[in-house]
């Protein structure tokens, strides 16, 4: 086993991160983790992304890979208050926000 310690300066993320958005989402913990699970078997090296569809009518989270397929998760909030909104997230970022 090795590592390494990177240094530098990294890309401003807080400048490019709003620090409020105007849309909310309630979302039920368990389900929504159980959801993305599902939802990232299909992700790949490559893409490393899942797609987050947040509107009204539910949630619809997406992957697609080329050597495994595609996926298309439906989930239902408990609310949503605002303008529809797609974010991509890294599948390996979502997992460990349902370990908390």
Request: hydrophobic fraction near 40%; glycine fraction near 6%; charge should be positive.
């Amino acid at each position: 086993m090795w590592t390494r310690l990177a240094e530098g300066r990294f890309p401003p993320w807080r400048d490019v991160i709003p620090k409020s958005g105007a849309t909310t989402v309630g979302l039920d913990a368990r389900a929504f983790c159980h959801a993305v699970k599902r939802a990232a078997l299909t992700s790949d090296k490559e893409a490393k992304r899942v797609t987050c569809e947040f509107k009204a009518s539910g949630l619809l989270m997406t992957a697609e890979a080329a050597t495994r397929g595609r996926s298309a998760v439906a989930h239902t909030p408990t609310s949503h208050d605002g303008p529809d909104v797609v974010i991509h997230f890294a599948p390996e970022y979502l997992a460990n926000v349902c370990k908390v």
